[in-house]
């Protein structure tokens, strides 16, 4: 039985990049805890987006969620923010933490990864996910296959539908993108569906 | 009216990369050349392989279709491939050379890609597309929206079907492979569906 | 007709970075803006600075220019930055933009970047400049021919002469400098003198 | 129960890439073999070179020892080293391949490892170790902690002590260096001592 | 004789990085000065931490030592950090100086390199040295033979024993660390033991 | 006194990469000796390319001119033109080498690159120059201010003037590209001209 903690800058941001992988963790037994640092008010309702971002975790069956308490937008990489995902690194002692990759054009994403990074210091495996404004370098190191979980992912990430389409305007559908996303990240590594993400810190055990 | 010519190491390397792009460039009037530089006698017989690519060409309307008649899984860098690339650039005299990214587990896609970039120093625009065995680090920096031309393309992929998963067993369908990839570099790029390029040379004509 | 928005930090960034292209533009036709996020006070008098930037705006024949107010050797990456831009982003709904790279030594122009980015989410076209404290992993991979324009370049340029040589002390002319530089983008072009860009994101409009 | 294939160019280069790793796949069961390309014949006695090698392998207890028969120095990237590799790995279908690193300025190490990882196309795991040539731009994403067999890479490598110093002159002792790497390996990752590894192919068994 | 600054974020930040090359400086008779942003006063007390810090002072033999005034863990990249540095660059008017990598999970140390160099801009010779936290991808392009000074670094990095183990908890002797890291890099430099640098500019002097 | 060693593939190549160099070595009272791989017999007629070449040698003051003779467009990476390189080597013994660096679209470029620094792996100081066909993503890392010689330079490459623009076209000027390049390189460096460098291997003798 491992421990994990996913962090996020948003609702939804944690259920794009690695929901999949979760759900895993979920199957075999591990305890799965949720950070996530805002509650998305700068592109929605507040309450609407807690409510979406607890739904989203029932879904994934998760142990507890937390929110850090920031402000959209306004999520800075330092003492602040480690502090906050310090404190939760400290009360669940993680044997992996998943956090956003530092290669987004979005400040609070790239903000996060750098201070999750930082906060996790001591954690051994670290993976970085990527998402819907995750820059074009972004190169995966490992992958997950989730093909048993993918049916789980698409209806955690479909709880968000109506937020996801905010930004790139009416031009592709997240919720097929996420699909196309995980059947090529699955061809690039030889799988049906999955997950990628570069490596933060890995101790493989052999 | 541009003139364009694509160059693979086997059939079904151009479709795969960019007959998205291809299938526009006829759209708007441009001619298009196909340079395939072997017959893929490695993984199928000869004659149906020639015939697959024949099928494909037709589909997407090219205007000629050349073979460079190397061997198979023999492709090398240097001045044998390269004259073969540079006989085909001098007649033709293209506008824009779509070749294979040199970021490649196959020592033909890379060694392809290499030597049509010497090949091609002289022309103005090269644009190195992806396929089945590029790697992980492949960073596209252009795209180009195929909406319009998303079906030919799939038409034109499905004329190798067969081949398309020898590499990877049954682990996932190759056709459905490039959906997903068309829609995650749609995703990415703010698009519905897209083809995704490295630049090898790009003058943008303002 | 297409609309465009160049962002700089100080007066004279945009002149150096892409003055060849916006004047291309104008040629072309199209509208062009500027956005300048300070006025430069911290190296210079801050009424002469606004003069000169007024004056070289002047030369290229750009419809506006707007300064974003942000105190010279302090502009941060974050909200504040990113609503300046976006505000104007929303007002001309540009088709592409102009930022510097954020591969730069001077904190003011790498958080421009940054910021420009984020606020230019939605747009298709983000070319970014090199200038004066770029870093030497700037790799362009898109090149502008400004043989037509390289006149009006080194006009525009050349109002702010005094100014940029102040960082580098008297060891080279900065007008000589972005001559030296523009032919060595031409050379690594194949044309006689050119800008240079990385790409931000790039449709290609096949 | 995992297979277990390491492939390197001469011998001792896995036993300073990977011998701690292979060590504790022998210590938890796995079965493990090793490929050496050539015998080393350019730099000492090929039948002294030989015993070395199968004395170390003896030492990490591998499964067996195949040679790949090639000319030492010239090893090439291309279908005739590709086979050789294939070979084995189609007779003992491995889960997980060891191969060296292409960043080297050993010909053949980069060569190896290009056609390593061709031959390894539908191979699930493939770690690429580093050695006395790579070059300084290799970054390991994947660490192993070897403290409990770091004494038994220690012995593995001292077999070929007299060879080791070949390249570098008397400046420094390899067997030294070997543990000066490991802890500092060690120290990246926080752990005792370690072997650090770049990914080729990395799917996490969540 | 020439002038070297080497600036820390925190107590034993520059004797774990370069110490080698400081003590080297002084028996070739240049002068070397210190500064360091912070007290380190998070991870210790601030009177202890200052007294080692100007024992490893002492031992090293520099000619000054300065503290920043900054809160540890609160260094940020701006306008006050790059003031506090660009004093102390105006003062001592250095030929070198050594700053901590940017490529680093700790906050601190990446916006003590990022500030460095803003504040070195006029300087011709900037190397970045790499330490406890730096991140994997740190790729040295220059090494120092610190054969001659070895004995020093020990002695000036011992004096801060206690703390260097803090963040990696038991798993290792960062003295050791220290000493494996120096034979690596000695090994890939084809030298004894050596410290390694990225350039943040670097002018050889034929 | 230094022995200083430039490789080249064709006549002019070390000259455009680092005659500025080479001359200010000559000045220092260092040896240096060339060594060009091919006599250029692709692009020109064999004589009268060795002829300049040699004039240019003159020009330099260099103390020996080699050639290699391997056959233009066709030197491979491997033990034929290491073993070529290596003669020389063992034969001038020398401290510093000068080659190509291997980030070139013309495969004698990257190729006597590859094949220099496996030569040259014994020797402390690598630093490969830059040239007509090198890529974007040459990145360099050290600099030599080449004010001192940069007429002797401009001298020795008009020898080639005729050859120099046969792969651009009409486009550009090599001279005036090379000049260009010159200042923009100083400028990188605050320096009035300057050449610059990646580093093959470098130890800094503090």
């Known amino acids: 039985m491992r421990v994990v903690l996913a962090v996020g800058a948003h ?3 944690i259920e794009l990049g690695c929901a999949g992988a979760l759900a895993l963790h979920k199957l075999n037994g591990d305890k ?12 929605g309702n507040i309450d609407i987006r807690e409510k979406e ?3 989203a975790a029932a879904i994934l069956g998760v142990d507890d969620l937390f929110f850090g308490g920031l402000e959209d937008t306004r999520v800075h990489d330092g003492r602040e923010t480690i502090d906050i995902i310090e404190k939760i690194v400290d009360a669940v002692d993680p044997d992996i933490i998943y956090a956003p990759t530092c290669k987004d054009t979005h400040q609070d994403h790239r903000n996060t990864g750098h201070s999750a990074q930082s906060a996790a210091r001591r954690c051994k495996m670290i993976l970085l996910y990527e998402g819907a404004s995750t820059q074009r370098n972004f190169v995966p190191q490992v992958f997950v296959d989730i093909t048993r979980t993918f049916d789980v992912k698409k209806k955690a990430t479909r709880v968000f539908g109506s937020q996801l389409n905010n930004d790139r305007g009416g031009y592709s559908s997240a919720v097929e993108a996420v699909e196309g996303l995980a059947k090529y990240r699955g061809y690039q590594a030889g799988l049906e569906v999955a997950e990628a993400f570069e490596v933060g810190r890995f101790i493989f055990e052999v």
């Open 32 to 43: 799965v805890y949720l950070l996530v640092l805002t509650k998305g008010e700068a592109s």
């Open 53 to 55: 971002c607890r739904e």
């Open 11 to 13: 609702p939804d941001d």
